[in-house]
Structures are given as structure tokens and as C-alpha cells.
């Protein structure tokens, strides 16, 4: 025996959700069986959304491990990336000269 049922159960909820749009849009001399129909429509609809919501959630997080592995799998990138901003010597001197410009414009300004 199968401890899941391959059946999906729709949840209270969304049963109540559903009886509750199909009263809303209930029409004048429509009868209850009408109206439960609706409900079973609505609730088919969301039962959908939900479970096309969930593959993309699954999907999503396959692409996240796979991009997450790729990225601890290839250190060396990061590492010279890395070296190339530590090594890089250029802001110094800039900020370096602007400071002596600075120094240089307060004394002659004096």
C-alpha cells in the first residue's frame, strides 16, 4: 500500500476560496448545484496555479544549487579577480595626488 495517494487533496482552504468567488459571482436564479460547479471550476484553477507555481519554485532552486556548485567549484576566478583589485595600485596614487594638489592650493591660497 502507497502511503501517498497519486491524487492531489485539495486543501480547506482553497475550497473555501473557491466558494467564496463562486457566491460572489453568483447570478440571479442560479441554482446551488450551478454555483458548486463554479466552485469546482475555481477550485481546479487554483490547484494549477498552485502546482505551476510550485515547478517554477523547483526549477528555480535547481538553477541556484547548479549556479551556487559552479561558483565553489572554480575558485581560482574569484581568487584573481581578487588579486587584481588588492594589486591595483592606481586609487592610491590618485588619492595620493589629490591630497597634494590640496596642500598645495591651501598654501598658496595663504
Known sequence: MAKYSKRNKISEQTKDDAM???RGTQKPGQ???QTKLIAQGIQKGIEQYKKKNREKS???DRKLKKASSRLLSEPSIGEAKLETVKSSKLP???LAASWFCFLVYVV???
Open 58 to 60: 523547483r526549477e528555480l
Open 92 to 94: 592610491w596614487i590618485l
Open 31 to 33: 441554482t446551488k448545484e
Open 20 to 22: 467564496k468567488i463562486a
Open 108 to 110: 598658496v591660497a595663504r
